[in-house]
């Protein structure tokens, strides 16, 4: 998976917690990507950083924060999940130049 | 709008056969690039090819092929003897209008490979 490790790998939550998933990275690569993937639908993507301190709303970001104060680590905050957020949650990487996007394994949130 | 349709929910095949998965997208940009990734059942994405809008050839590696037209907008996928462990979910994605590094992913084909 290119350097790129996700924790937990498994979540279960009840509605209104809050959690943080972690993505780290060492690759040294600029771009760095949370997606969402439900059953019978493509990844849609929640938010993506071109770099440490910058970060932007991709397609589905209501309900999650992000920041990027290292080149190393991208964590995904939920503020108050919903089951509507039971899913799985893949972080991406990718190196400028190279629009090549590597995935970490993944973690499968399930909110009651 | 931007759009990626891969038609095909589920495709089911006996080993050996050859096999065609489609991709059918929806742009305006005139430099793009197209993507395929295979999700095996233990649930990793795997990168296999990007292909730049401008660079029509065919691409073979091994039993795969890819097959760019411009002029039908499609980027099909071929698995020549396709073998069990070819078993996964196949998605087609392109790249965003806003930025190269946001990719529009299709709704993905499920492969099964019988023995």
């Known amino acids: 998976n290119a350097g790129v490790t996700q924790t937990p790998k498994f979540q279960v939550l009840k509605t209104g917690q809050s959690m943080t998933l972690q993505c780290a990275q060492d690759m040294n690569h600029e771009y760095m990507s949370w997606y969402r993937q439900d059953p019978g639908m493509g990844l849609r993507l929640i938010h993506y950083?071109?770099?440490?301190?910058?970060?932007d709303q991709g397609e589905v970001p209501n309900g999650y924060n992000v920041s990027r104060s290292t080149t190393e680590d991208f964590p995904l905050r939920l503020l108050s999940a919903a089951p509507s957020q039971t899913s799985v949650y893949f972080c991406?990487?990718?190196?400028?130049?190279?629009?090549?996007?590597?995935f970490g394994p993944g973690t499968r949130l399930t909110v009651t | 709008a931007q759009k990626v349709t891969q038609a095909q929910t589920e495709i089911s095949v006996v080993e050996k056969e050859d096999v065609t998965l489609d991709c059918v997208y929806e742009t305006r940009d005139t430099t793009y690039y197209l993507f395929w990734y295979k999700q095996p059942p233990s649930g990793e994405l795997v990168f296999l090819i990007r292909?730049?809008?401008?660079d029509e050839q065919n691409e073979i590696s091994g039993r795969y092929s890819w097959n760019f037209q411009k002029s039908t907008s499609s980027f099909n996928f071929t698995i020549t003897a396709s073998q069990v462990v070819d078993s996964a979910v196949y998605f087609c994605?392109?790249?965003?209008?806003?930025?190269?590094?946001?990719?529009?992913w299709g709704a993905g084909t499920k492969l099964i490979i019988k023995p």
């Open positions: 994605a392109l790249s965003h209008e806003r930025s190269n590094y946001q990719l529009i």
């Open positions: 991406a990487i990718g190196r400028s130049g190279n629009n090549e996007q590597y």
């Open positions: 950083s071109v770099g440490a301190g910058i970060t």
């Open positions: 292909r730049n809008s401008f």
